[in-house]
């Protein structure tokens, strides 16, 4: 439910007030938002319409995927809508920069790739083991509180045993992320995600894309040649790297065991 206040501002779902935007995509518009009942500060994703059923059913599946996980590295969810005329989702709001942002102003540290690595992957392993991937896993997904990444915006994901799948030889994701079996359009399993995380990792060690360009060239290079890893990362972070990204996604480890495989503390190489 949607209504006003007294002084104009608006009131979603009777208690959460809109504040400034904070992100926006075509679907759905991210406010900072005060729950009036509590005082808290919270964000508020304001879907733009109730839309086709396509759409309803991604905004319930948000809510699905939020509900089910608790985990540091995860946005906690703190109320939604996925029913009425104007969908929202209410989270707990990250005071902190998106890895997008950080990234443009420069690469980050081996170090800092390493601990990045080791959250997202623990974040991801959660999510994997009940029962959804992602299927956008990329910079401007993730916020950093601190020292801590947290991985945000289900909007896409679906469950494994695909009882949520969109339509079949529907093509979902950011190209610049998608793995090669999401090019393909073959069977989006948690190795695709695993998969995303290598590429993201790349270019925050880099400070660039590892396959730039439109969205059909960036998603058709990595069908020619594999991500390049950096030099100047821990022999164990390069390695790890490259087995997230290969080809074939039988070939690449879990995001469980890319997370014990880092889980400790990042090794710094003096060149």
Do not use: W
């Not at 006003?4 to 518009?29: F, H, K, N, Q």
């Not at 990329?138 to 947290?150: E, F, Q």
Request: aromatic share 4%.
């Amino acid at each position: 439910m949607v209504d006003g206040t007294p002084d104009g501002g608006i009131l979603i779902g009777e208690r959460y007030l809109l504040g400034e935007v904070v992100g926006c995509g075509a679907s759905a518009v991210v406010h900072r938002a005060e729950d009036v009942t509590s005082g808290q500060v919270v964000a508020v994703k304001l879907f733009t319409s109730s839309g086709s059923a396509g759409h309803r059913a991604q905004q319930r599946r948000e809510i699905e995927a939020l509900s089910s996980l608790q985990h540091p590295g995860l946005v906690r969810l703190l109320d939604g809508d996925g029913t009425g005329p104007r969908p929202f989702v209410v989270t707990e709001f990250v005071d902190g920069p998106s890895l997008a942002e950080v990234i443009h102003d420069g690469p980050l540290t081996p170090p800092e790739v390493h601990r990045l690595a080791a959250g997202l992957a623990a974040a991801l392993a959660h999510v994997h083991e009940h029962g959804f991937v992602h299927r956008d896993v990329k910079p401007s997904n993730v916020l950093l509180d601190g020292d801590r990444p947290r991985l945000v915006d289900f909007g896409i994901a679906r469950a494994l045993d695909g009882t949520v799948a969109t339509a079949t030889g529907a093509v979902v994701g950011t190209a610049a992320y998608m793995a090669p079996e999401q090019v393909r359009g073959d069977e989006v399993t948690a190795a695709a995600d695993v998969y995303a995380l290598g590429l993201v990792l790349i270019e925050a060690l880099t400070g660039r894309r590892e396959y730039p360009g439109n969205a059909v060239e960036s998603a058709i290079a990595r069908l020619h040649r594999p991500p390049v890893v950096p030099d100047g990362a821990s022999r164990p972070l390069r390695r790890t790297i490259t087995d997230m990204t290969r080809t074939e996604p039988e070939h690449r480890p879990t995001a469980a065991a890319v997370a014990a495989r880092l889980g400790g503390e990042p090794t710094v190489v003096v060149p």
